[in-house]
Every structure is written in C-alpha cells, then in structure tokens.
C-alpha cells in the first residue's frame, strides 16, 4: 500500500532554513505529481506546493513563493521541500500528499513538524 | 485565489442521523471539488472526490454532489467513527483551496 514518510521537521529560527523530505513507497512513485500541504496546529489546512510527476512544473502558494522550493528525485521515490528565510508563521505540522487521477491527493503522509521561533 | 467557505462550521448530531456539510467557492470550479476527513492527531483522508466519487475503501454512507459553486457532502447514517472535523478543497486551479473546516461533534 502506499506509503509516505516525512523528516527532517524540527525548531529552527526565523530567517534560517530547513528541508523537509518524504520518502515514497508501493507505488511507482515517478508517475504522480506530489504536493506539499500544512495545517498550522489546531488550525485548518493549507496548500503549499505541486510538482509534476516527471519534475517538468511547479506550483506555490503566495505565501511561499520565492522561499520555498519543491523539488523531487524519481530515482530515490523522494520529495523535498526546501524552506528558506523562514517566519514564524511558518510553524505547522508539513504532510507530504500523493497526487492522482481527476486533480485527486489521495494519500497522506503522517506529517512532521515545523517550529519557526526564536 | 478561489475562497471556499463551508457551513456550518461546527455540527452537533446524534449516532444515527443524516447530516450535510455545505461547500460553496467564490467561482465555479466545475466539478474539481473534494472532501476530506481529519480526526485529532491524524492526517486527512480523502472521502470524495471530483464531487461525488467515492474514493476507494471509502463507506457508502459518505456521498457528495454539487457542480459550478455549491457543493454538499452527506452522512447517511452517522457511525461512532464519523465524528471528525471535514473539510472542501478545490482542485480547479493553483493554489489549490480548503474551507475553514466543519467539526462535527457527538450530540
């Protein structure tokens, strides 16, 4: 079954960076375009990224965007977000979510957790 | 952006009962709308899909309809299990959008 896995969360200070990861497995992971959801906790969900199945294009919520890069290595059934110049109001639990048919996420990771506090 | 904004935000009902959860964009999105199910703790789970699918292991009792702006999901018949916060999401357009979220809360 699927399974999706996240790392690399933790506390860092504000302005300095982080890379999350999410190793991908049971399915053909090259094949499904990967997205980056947060939910601040006890608040409500947040899209933050896309990539393409074959890495071709990107997409980032506003509030991300010229911070945050995803990126993804096909050979290595893995997700990255690359977190820079990070705000305290980036503090939020990051679940890695696998794309499918009909613009469907259909699975989730457990998600980790992002502490931006100094 | 496209705002989703569901109602009511928050539910009382008892074992047994239908319940619906609206979902309404500020745009028609077509029939690119989804439902997910959070309980505390755990990660969202996809429930429906382009509108009124059914996502796969997913219980009958759970339907969705709606095309254009207005969108509902319905709970046939509410199992102990059910009791979890709900939330919309668009899938029409980048950035991808949630509703606020419905807690649907044992009466």
């Known amino acids: 079954q699927v399974q999706l896995v996240e790392s690399g969360g933790g506390a860092v200070q504000p302005g300095r960076s982080l890379r999350l990861s999410c190793a991908a497995s049971?399915?053909?992971?090259?094949?499904?375009?990967m997205h980056w959801v947060r939910q601040v906790p006890g608040k409500g969900l947040a899209w933050v990224a896309v990539?393409?199945?074959?890495?071709?294009?990107?997409y980032y919520a506003d509030s991300v965007k010229g911070r945050f890069t995803i990126s993804r290595d096909n050979s290595k059934n893995t997700l990255y977000l690359q977190m820079n110049s990070l705000r305290a109001e980036d503090t939020a639990v990051y679940y890695c979510?696998?794309?499918?048919?009909?613009?469907?996420?259909?699975?989730w990771g457990q998600g980790t957790l992002v502490t931006v506090s100094s | 952006d496209i705002q989703m904004t569901q109602s009511p935000s928050s539910v009382s009902a008892s074992v047994g009962d239908r319940v619906t959860i609206t979902c309404r964009a500020s745009?028609?999105?077509?029939?690119?709308l989804a439902w997910y199910q959070q309980k505390p703790g755990k990660a969202p789970k996809l429930l429906i899909y382009?509108?009124?699918s059914l996502q796969s292991g997913v219980p009958s009792r759970f339907s969705g309809s709606g095309s254009g702006t207005d969108f509902t999901l319905t709970i046939s018949s509410l199992q102990p299990e059910d009791f979890a916060t709900y939330y919309c999401?668009?899938?029409?357009?980048?950035?991808?959008?949630f509703g606020q979220g419905t807690q649907l809360e044992i009466k």
């Open positions: 990539i393409w199945h074959d890495g071709s294009n990107e």
């Open positions: 979510v696998k794309g499918g048919e009909v613009n469907k996420m259909d699975s």
């Open positions: 382009a509108a009124s």
């Open positions: 999401q668009q899938a029409n357009s980048f950035p991808y959008t």
């Open positions: 049971g399915f053909t992971f090259s094949s499904y375009g």
């Open positions: 745009q028609g999105i077509s029939s690119w």
